[in-house]
């Protein structure tokens, strides 16, 4: 919930504990900031957006290589407006249908490649790569997407692949909706 819906549903608790009954200030205050309170949640419904890193700390980290092909779960959230992202899996799912844009980043700091997959429902959608022969490299990619309701939309680290983050969060995945299909 937004930060205004916030302050006025604290407004509202506040103004109905007055003691002794509502007078008819009050009353007119309390009709007002329930007005306030529904225009706020229409307004909010359906704005999503999240922003998220790898690490839930500051420590440095080598995630992989794994055997496996492994979702990526980015524990650290900046922002999940419409609650759409899990931190715990790692996975957003699409509450409406509708174009998203998604962004993610992969760095890795070793004579390897970095590089991470973009999922929808399991099936790849594109690629992040970037190879160095020293140092750090990273790799990124973006795409805009339509998403039916209860789609899934993640980032997997390929089998036999590892990435580096630390206190400067170089490892982000991102998305927002873009407008609404009916």
């Given at each position: 919930?937004d930060h205004?819906c916030?302050f006025?549903?604290v ?12 007078t ?5 205050e309390l009709?007002?900031?329930r ?5 706020c ?5 359906g ?25 990526l779960?980015?524990?650290?959230v ?21 174009a998203?844009?998604?962004v ?6 070793r004579?390897?490649?970095a ?6 429902n ?6 992040a790569h ?8 990273t ?6 997407l339509?998403l ?11 089998a ?7 206190h400067?969060?170089?490892n ?5 909706l ?5």
């Amino acid at each position: 919930m937004d930060h205004t819906c916030v302050f006025l549903l604290v407004a509202l608790a506040s103004l109905l504990s007055v003691q002794g009954g509502p007078t008819l200030d009050v009353q007119t205050e309390l009709q007002t900031l329930r007005s306030m309170i529904e225009n706020c949640q229409t307004e909010n419904k359906g704005k999503l957006a999240f922003s998220a890193t790898l690490l839930n700390s500051a420590d440095s980290q080598t995630l992989g290589p794994y055997n496996v092909e492994t979702t990526l779960v980015y524990k650290h959230v900046f922002t999940n407006v419409g609650n759409a992202y899990n931190s715990i899996t790692g996975i957003f799912t699409a509450p409406v249908k509708g174009a998203y844009h998604f962004v993610f980043f992969a760095l890795n700091n070793r004579p390897t490649s970095a590089e991470a997959y973009l999922k929808k429902n399991g099936e790849a959608v594109l690629m992040a790569h970037e190879t160095q022969s020293y140092g750090a490299g990273t790799a990124g990619n973006a795409v805009t997407l339509i998403l039916e309701v209860g789609d899934t939309v993640y980032v997997t680290l390929p089998a036999n692949t590892q990435l580096y983050d630390n206190h400067h969060r170089h490892n982000t995945f991102s998305g927002h909706l873009l407008f609404k299909l009916y």
